[in-house]
């Protein structure tokens, strides 16, 4: 995470040996947040497949994409 003057940016990612890779960011402006996550279940998972589509958006190469946005009441960054 890197931050100042009320602005955080920072990287999430995930791609050692598991079952779900992950990649994403994460932006605040004051009391503003948006998480982006992209998510590639492994393909031999069929479970997790299952429970992922559920979730976000579908994307052409298999994974999911995730978007949450909104706003932190109470802190004035």
Same mark, same amino acid.
């Given at each position: 995470?890197?931050?100042?003057?009320?602005?955080?940016?920072?990287?999430?990612?995930?791609?050692?040996?598991?079952?779900?890779? #992950?990649?994403?960011?994460?932006? $605040?402006?004051?009391?503003?947040?948006?998480?982006? #996550?992209?998510?590639?279940?492994?393909?031999?998972?069929?479970?997790?497949?299952?429970?992922?589509?559920?979730?976000?958006?579908? $994307?052409?190469?298999?994974?999911?994409?995730?978007? #949450?946005?909104? #706003?932190?009441?109470?802190?004035?960054?």
């Amino acid at each position: 995470l890197q931050g100042s003057g009320g602005v955080i940016d920072g990287q999430i990612s995930h791609r050692g040996q598991a079952d779900l890779r #992950v990649e994403g960011d994460l932006q $605040m402006r004051g009391q503003q947040y948006r998480l982006t #996550v992209r998510l590639w279940p492994d393909p031999s998972q069929p479970e997790l497949i299952n429970a992922l589509q559920w979730v976000g958006q579908p $994307m052409a190469d298999g994974g999911r994409l995730l978007i #949450v946005e909104g #706003v932190v009441q109470g802190w004035s960054g």
